[in-house]
C-alpha cells in the first residue's frame, strides 16, 4: 500500500519534470531562431542547456529510480553541465574574436568601433 | 509524457536546424549546431526509456562527450584553418584565412 503510493508520487514528479523540461527545450529553440542577434541567440542556447536538459534527465532519473541507469543519467547531466558553458564561452569568445559587434539598443549612432 | 517530451525536444532539434541553415554569420550555425547536439542526446535517452532499452543512454553518455570535442574542434578549425598546426605558422596562416571575414 505504502509503495503504491510512494510509485504514484515517483510518476508523477517524473511526468512534473518531463513537462517543464519539454517547455524549456521549446521556449529556448523558438529564442535561437527569433532573437534578433549572435549574442542575444546564445541566451536561448543557455535555457535550453541548463533548464530543458536538467529537467528532462532529472524526470527520467526519477522514472528510473535508484539504479545504475540513474548513475548514467547523473553522468550525463554533469557532462552537459560542464561542456555546455564551455563550448557557449568558446564560440562567444570566437565570435568577438573575429569582430563580429554585438547589437546596441536606445543609441542612435550604434555601437563605437575601437 | 514520454511521448510528449519526445515531440517536444523534436520540435526543438527542427528549430536549432533551421537557424543552422539560415543563420547568418558561421557562430550562429556553431551555436545552433552545439544545441542540436545536446537536444540529441536527450532524444537519444528518451527514446531508450519509450523502447525500454536503458544501454541507449550509453550511446548518449558518448554524444555527450563527441558534441562537445567536435564543437570545440569546428572552432579550432574556423580560428586556424588547421587542426595541428599551433605557433606563428598557424598565426600567419589564420590572418590570411581571415582576409574575407564571417
Not at chain 1, 534578433?36 to 541567440?41: A, E, I, L, Q
Not at chain 2, 580560428?79 to 584565412?97: H, I, K, M, V, W
Request: charged share 15%.
Amino acid at each position: 500500500m505504502e509503495g503504491d503510493a510512494i510509485a504514484v508520487v515517483q510518476s508523477v514528479l517524473s511526468g512534473i519534470a518531463l513537462a517543464i523540461g519539454s517547455i524549456f527545450a521549446v521556449i529556448g529553440a523558438i529564442g535561437i531562431l527569433r532573437l534578433p542577434d549572435f549574442y542575444s541567440r546564445m541566451h536561448g542556447a543557455g535555457i535550453t542547456d541548463t533548464m530543458g536538459a536538467g529537467m528532462i534527465l532529472l524526470g527520467l532519473m526519477l522514472q528510473a529510480g535508484l539504479s545504475l541507469v540513474m548513475v548514467k543519467l547523473l553522468l550525463i547531466l554533469v557532462f552537459i553541465f560542464f561542456t555546455s558553458p564551455t563550448a557557449t564561452h568558446a564560440v562567444a569568445k570566437a565570435a568577438l574574436g573575429s569582430g563580429l559587434e554585438p547589437k546596441l539598443g536606445g543609441k542612435e549612432e550604434g555601437p563605437s568601433k575601437t | 509524457m514520454m511521448m510528449v517530451t519526445a515531440a517536444a525536444v523534436l520540435v526543438a532539434m527542427a528549430l536549432a536546424i533551421a537557424r543552422a541553415l539560415s543563420g547568418p554569420t558561421v557562430y550562429d550555425r556553431i551555436l545552433a549546431i552545439n544545441v542540436h547536439g545536446t537536444k540529441t542526446v536527450l532524444i537519444i535517452a528518451v527514446l531508450g526509456f519509450l523502447t525500454d532499452r536503458p544501454e541507449f543512454l550509453d550511446i548518449a553518455l558518448v554524444y555527450a562527450l563527441i558534441n562537445f570535442i567536435g564543437t570545440i574542434a569546428v572552432l579550432k578549425f574556423r580560428r586556424y584553418g588547421d587542426l595541428g598546426q599551433t605557433g606563428p605558422r598557424a598565426a600567419a596562416r589564420s590572418a590570411e584565412f581571415h582576409q574575407d571575414d564571417l
